[in-house]
Antibody, heavy 121, light 108 residues
Framework: EMQVVESGGGLVQPGGSLRLSCTASGFTFSSYWLHWVRQAPGKGLVWVARMNSDGSSISYVDSVKGRFTISRDNAKNTLFLQMNSLRVEDTAVYYC??????????????WGRGTLVTVSS | EITMTQSPATLSVSPGERATLSCRASQSVSTNLAWYQQRPGQAPRLLIYGASTRATGIPARFSGSGSGTEFTLTISSLQSEDFAVYYCQQYNNWPPWAFGQGTKVEIK
């Protein structure tokens, strides 16, 4: 069964750091672009960051540039999100999502259950 | 940067009835649009990509249409498991991969 499982969330004070992990199984991890998407409590989905299959290309939403770093270890089938200088507004469930491709279309076809990050003093 | 706007915010529908959800892009995204369903406490699930292609395992009662800036998701006969929040997402111009704010389909 194909799946991605997030971990590493928790409670952290403003200004603190946290490292999220997304561990994949059941598919060839190194062939896929991967994304982090977050959802604040009671709010909608917001794309956060993306890394291509070999790690050579990265993108971030403006609100996290300079604070968050996405990375991956293809040998360990794991995607990471290093979050520094955390703010209260970063509080959210963070989802890992796989981007798939079919007939000139790209879409997020596999999602994890998410990990909750709470930034509070 | 493209903005996605969904309407209505909440749609009240009786089981067995038809639901029509709208999504508008601030500029053309061609047919590079996906729809996702999110049930309470669950991760999003891909329903539609390419504006009108159902993802694997998605029932035929879900259909998508549109191109350019105007898109529609139709659920032909609502089942109990369809009451959820639905999001559209564009992947024509990125980053960012923009989502709409969601439409909640609730039981009338």
């Amino acid at each position: 069964e194909m799946q991605v499982v997030e971990s590493g969330g928790g409670l952290v004070q403003p200004g603190g750091s946290l490292r999220l992990s997304c561990t994949a199984s059941g598919f060839t991890f190194s062939s896929y672009w991967l994304h982090w998407v977050r959802q604040a409590p009671g709010k909608g989905l917001v794309w956060v960051a993306r890394m291509n299959s070999d790690g050579s290309s990265i993108s971030y939403v403006d609100s996290v540039k300079g604070r968050f770093t996405i990375s991956r270890d293809n040998a360990k089938n794991t995607l990471f999100l290093q979050m520094n200088s955390l703010r209260v507004e970063d509080t959210a469930v963070y989802y890992c999502a796989r981007e798939a491709y079919s007939t000139s279309h790209w879409y997020f076809d596999l999602w994890g259950r998410g990990t909750l990050v709470t930034v509070s003093s | 940067e493209i903005t996605m706007t969904q309407s209505p915010a909440t749609l009240s529908v009786s089981p067995g009835e038809r639901a029509t959800l709208s999504c508008r892009a601030s500029q053309s995204v061609s047919t590079n649009l996906a729809w996702y369903q999110q049930r309470p406490g669950q991760a999003p699930r891909l329903l539609i990509y390419g504006a009108s292609t159902r993802a694997t395992g998605i029932p035929a009662r879900f259909s998508g249409s549109g191109s350019g800036t105007e898109f529609t998701l139709t659920i032909s006969s609502l089942q109990s498991e369809d009451f959820a929040v639905y999001y559209c997402q564009q992947y024509n111009n990125w980053p960012p991969w923009a989502f709409g704010q969601g439409t909640k389909v609730e039981i009338k």
